[in-house]
């Protein structure tokens, strides 16, 4: 089944900022838009954006979510130790009626 | 605090079944749609199935439909997946998760394991 595409990995310095990319179709980002996950290894998923690209409470403000199109994308700034994490996008397909996730970006940091 | 909390999982031969639970508590549990959602071993994540809040639709992915069964009762904020017929390929992390404009509440994650 059809999902969104992300980079499988990148790398950047402590500092710097880092721009994550998801790339569906008009069917699901292009539509409503891509909500975002951080996971470290080992643990559960955690949202940091939901899909108007607000964030819940409790995720820093260095997280900031946006659409261009069928492009999503999230920007870390000020990247520290701990947002080493792999980072997914999800958005619900209204042909498909169902959630698809991205496979994932590995962010070294 | 919203909290589910995922049980059930195990060791399973192929061809096996398992019932996996998710308690619900913090919130409104009858207010929302329920999705289930696994994690091969090393892999992305996968969406496999979601239950409307009433319970009344479900939906599967296609690698699971007619195999699992998703269901829910409100009254003790609980949500299932009845798991039959186990393949090697639905080894990995099941996760119950709260749909809230994306998805937003995840569980800590049941572990399935089916070996030949």
């Known amino acids: 089944q059809a999902g969104l595409t992300q980079p499988p990995s990148m790398s950047n310095d402590l500092g710097q900022t880092a721009t994550l990319t998801c790339t569906g179709n008009?069917?699901?980002?292009?539509?409503?838009?891509a909500s975002w996950l951080q996971q470290h290894q080992g643990h559960p998923p955690k949202l940091l954006s939901y899909?108007?690209?607000n964030r819940p409470s409790g995720v820093s403000q260095r997280f900031s979510a946006s659409r261009s199109g069928n492009t999503a994308s999230l920007t870390i700034t000020g990247l520290q130790p701990d947002d080493e994490a792999d980072y997914y996008c999800?958005?619900?397909?209204?042909?498909?009626?169902?959630?698809?996730f991205g496979g994932g970006t590995k962010l070294t940091v | 605090q919203e909290w589910l909390v995922e049980s059930g999982g195990g060791s399973v031969k192929s061809g096996g079944s398992l019932r996996l639970s998710c308690g619900a508590s913090?919130?409104?549990?009858?207010?929302?749609?329920m999705s289930w959602i696994r994690q091969a071993p090393g892999k992305g994540l996968e969406w496999i199935s979601f239950i409307t809040s009433s319970g009344t639709f479900t939906k599967y992915a296609d690698s699971v439909m007619g195999r699992f069964t998703v269901s829910r009762d409100n009254a003790k904020n609980l949500l299932f997946l009845q798991m039959n017929n186990l393949r090697g390929d639905d080894t990995g992390v099941y996760y119950c998760?709260?749909?809230?404009?994306?998805?937003?509440?995840w569980g800590q994650g049941t572990t399935v394991s089916v070996s030949s």
């Open positions: 999800v958005a619900w397909d209204s042909t498909l009626s169902f959630w698809v």
């Open positions: 899909r108007k690209n």
């Open positions: 998760a709260r749909e809230l404009d994306g998805i937003d509440v």
């Open positions: 913090g919130f409104r549990f009858g207010d929302y749609y």
């Open positions: 008009n069917n699901n980002v292009g539509n409503e838009g």
